[in-house]
């Protein structure tokens, strides 16, 4: 069994002063979407401020996901004050049962964003529709609909990092030139992925216990079987906290990922950015986020820096105020879908005027597409399973495929081993803005995805043969094997050195910065969390030593 590279490798980098879905990938509905014993989040952490009408502030950070709270902890740390503003909740209160999070199976209004019935990405199970009505809620999960693709992406104070299965995975190295192509893999790899590993409580599982532990039958099982078919099977890393995993298994702490807890949240054992980067960012003194607030427009000051336009909205979606406060500098860090949106309408609308033409270009879906398989009675996956996912099957070089082994939590036996495929697609969609529709759309075309389902083909046909076994078809739809309608993985629409300069800073203006997955054009040939932390650690850096 081979590893990805591993964490242990990466947690001697320093941070000079210079210098925090879909991991995602399990079930949701039964859907695919890790310190020590990690808690709910802190309510002081994720205390929610409110930014008032005129105040001006050094950094505004739009978004509080990967890239932004890398952008807030190093500007807090080099003596910035920084404002985040991010459009979902702060997920500090427990609900009526005391959780503040759900788990997959039991969905209600906190699971879904402005939603009045569930969007699972699993829409069936065994034939039946899982999707169901519920209150409109600003919930944790957005499933964003654009022609031809449903997006996924987290809804609240830490962005993705709430919603994943916390797969902390480093590209291949010789991979790296498809995924940034004008960046240093030198520096990268030597400075910047340690760093970020560091910093998101990067660890991987103990390979003796995970041979033995119940809760990873279903990986097992998909080890035995991809090894049979001569693929590698790789473990990689995460940021769950395995001991607190051990805990849960053992039945001495509360159970979260052994409780069917991922892409609503898991209330213990994941290191999401609440505990990570945004912890240390508000310890810093210098670093305050207003949750439910959504960036609106950015247009220049006449006294110089920038005007932002920003609404607050409740627990329904209602606009309840529109505030305008100042920012010497603006970092965009709202997520490939939401940063790629607004620059994209402030440029058409004239707001942002001279921003590149590049902006809402290279934008893709990292090549996701799930598929599951029946397996024969003498396969059981098992009944209890993670929601944590440790393992993939590596056919990338041969070809174009790299498949997550994911849970299915059901709480019951399936005989199903399921799959979030990984591709490469050579397909690119651009977000355009609709004056008639006051909408910016994205021009997705679903027949691209069949490059994406023939390469995940070259590993589960001949898995599939070998075994003896077939395709599931009541997972997406009636008679469908395919997870085709989806991402978890937005990446582009700002790219690097195209959008932006070669360390995120928007051509046409100065101090207006990306700094997410908006920059990485389309794919990262892995989980791609991990490579836009990364991407976020050497951008800062260059801004912070030469802008400031």
Known sequence: MNEFPSSRANE???VSRRGFLIGAGTLAGMAA?????????????????????????????????????????????AGVDVHMVEMGMAWDTPGPDGKIFNKTTEPDQRSFWLRTRTKQPLSQFLGYPIDKAIPRYTGILDAEEFSG?????????????????????????????????????????????????????????DPDWWDKADCYQFARVGKKQAERSGFPFVLVPNVYDWDYMK????????????????????????????????????????????ALHQVTAVTPAPSGGYTVTIDQIDTVGSKVATKIVTADRVFF?????????????????????????????????????????????????????????????????????FAEVAPLPTGFETFASFYLSITKSPHRAEFTWNPATDRVELNWDRSWKQTSIDAARTIFDKINK?????????????????????TYHPLGGA????????????????????????????NTTVNPFVTVTALAERNIENIISKDL
């Not at 003896?468 to 989806?486: C, E, M, N, P, Q």
Request: some cysteine; charged content about 15%; overall charge neutral.
């Open 12 to 14: 001697s980098s320093g």
């Open 33 to 77: 979407l890790g310190g020590h014993a990690a808690a709910a989040p802190s309510t002081k952490l994720a205390a929610a401020a409110s930014i008032e009408p005129g105040t001006h502030v050094s950094a505004l950070v739009v978004g509080t996901g990967y890239g932004g709270s890398v952008a807030a902890l190093r500007l807090a740390q």
């Open 495 to 522: 790219v690097l050195d195209h959008a932006t300069d070669n360390h995120g800073r928007l051509r046409g203006y100065r101090n207006l910065y990306v700094i997410d997955g908006a920059l990485i054009p389309g």
């Open 149 to 205: 693709i449903t997006i996924y992406q987290g809804r609240g104070v830490g962005g993705g990092s709430l919603v994943n299965g916390g797969m902390a995975v480093t590209p291949q190295r010789e991979r790296f030139g498809y995924v940034l192509p004008t960046v240093d893999p030198a520096e990268m790899y030597d400075v910047y992925y340690p760093r970020a590993n560091a910093g998101l409580g990067v660890t991987d599982v």
């Open 466 to 486: 070998k075994e003896g076994t077939v395709y599931r078809s009541d997972l997406f739809g009636a008679y469908k094997i395919w997870g085709d309608h989806l």
């Open 333 to 401: 860090a709202a997520g490939s879908v939401g940063t790629s949106k607004l620059l994209t309408r402030l440029r058409a609308t004239g707001a942002l005027p001279a921003l590149s033409e590049e902006i809402g270009k290279g934008w893709g879906d990292n090549g996701n597409v799930m598929c599951g398989r029946a397996n024969h009675v003498w396969d059981p996956t098992g009944s209890l399973q993670s929601t944590i996912p440790t393992a993939g099957i590596d056919n990338w070089d041969a070809g174009g495929a």
């Open 247 to 290: 805990r849960e298994a053992s039945g001495s702490a509360p159970k979260s990922a052994l409780d069917g807890e991922v892409i609503f949240g898991n209330n213990h054992g994941k290191k999401s950015l609440q505990q990570t980067y945004l912890a240390k960012a508000r310890a810093t003194g210098r670093v305050e986020i207003s």
